[in-house]
């Protein structure tokens, strides 16, 4: 009994804590943030799976084209069966009524003899099965009618399907002709998108190169300012101030030199 009053109890706090998101703007952050999430998976989904889904959908429209398909063989049958049952009633009234004109004309008759199935009936008798005769043709005239309508309704339920497969194959072909295009779009964008990037490549590396030879250009100038710099700092070398005496005889000792 303690278990059943928490779980009515957290039930109550989770329905009531429900309530208040949906009532309060933590309600319309959840509701944005799902919305939000929505539109952008809906947006990452590549688009070749979306024209693979749209295909497969196209392709679900063959059983609702067969569901059609059988709608309308039904109400052919059931059309040429009223149209038959209907022209044999037809005929049968037809016959009624004409058995109603004869007894009615021989009823005009004075002192008229009366036959029914080969046999001789008085007046009242005669005129009794004449009064059949119309009750049973308004009967079928009553029939009839009812079949008639009963035509025209599965007449107009083939026109309607035939109508909506006809719709329907029209869209068929247009959506197939729109996914098509939609395909060939597809090729030349990813053909677009592919000689973007080799493009793009391209451009990094000729930039590359150029930032290559500027470094190398200022490296040589930079040395270039090194060396001018060194050569400016080199001392001078000084005059001679060796004598003439020191001269001479540095030569006589290296003559000696050679005479050893």
Not at 226 to 250: F, G, H, M, T
Request: glycine share 4%.
């Amino acid at each position: 009994m303690c278990m059943l009053k928490k779980v009515v109890a957290l039930g109550a706090v989770l329905l009531v804590g429900g309530w208040a998101i949906s009532r309060t703007d933590v309600g319309s952050y959840v509701k944005t943030l799902v919305k939000d999430g929505v539109a952008c998976a809906k947006k990452n989904v590549p688009i070749e799976f979306e024209i693979r889904v749209a295909e497969e959908e196209l392709a679900n429209l063959d059983k609702v084209d067969d569901s059609l398909i059988s709608t309308i063989a039904a109400s052919m049958v059931a059309v040429e069966n009223k149209q038959n049952a209907l022209a044999e009633m037809q005929a049968n009234l037809a016959k009624k009524k004409e058995d109603i004109r004869v007894r009615y004309a021989a009823l005009k008759v004075d002192n008229a003899t009366f036959f029914i199935d080969s046999q001789k009936v008085s007046r009242d008798r005669f005129q009794l099965e004449l009064d059949k005769a119309n009750k049973s043709y308004e009967a079928g005239k009553a029939i009839v009618e009812n079949t008639k309508k009963m035509l025209a309704d599965d007449q107009a339920q083939l026109d309607k399907a035939k109508e909506q497969r006809d719709a329907l194959k029209s869209t068929k072909l247009a959506l197939e002709d729109r996914i098509r295009k939609l395909k060939t779009d597809f090729e030349v964008l990813k053909a677009a998108e592919i000689r973007a990037k080799r493009s793009t490549g391209d451009g990094q590396i000729a930039e590359l190169e150029r930032l290559k030879n500027r470094i190398e250009g200022l490296e040589s100038r930079i040395h270039q300012r090194i060396i001018e710099n060194q050569l400016r700092e080199d001392p001078k070398p000084a005059a001679s101030v060796r004598s003439s005496v020191d001269i001479l005889e540095n030569s006589e000792r290296i003559l000696n030199d050679d005479a050893k």
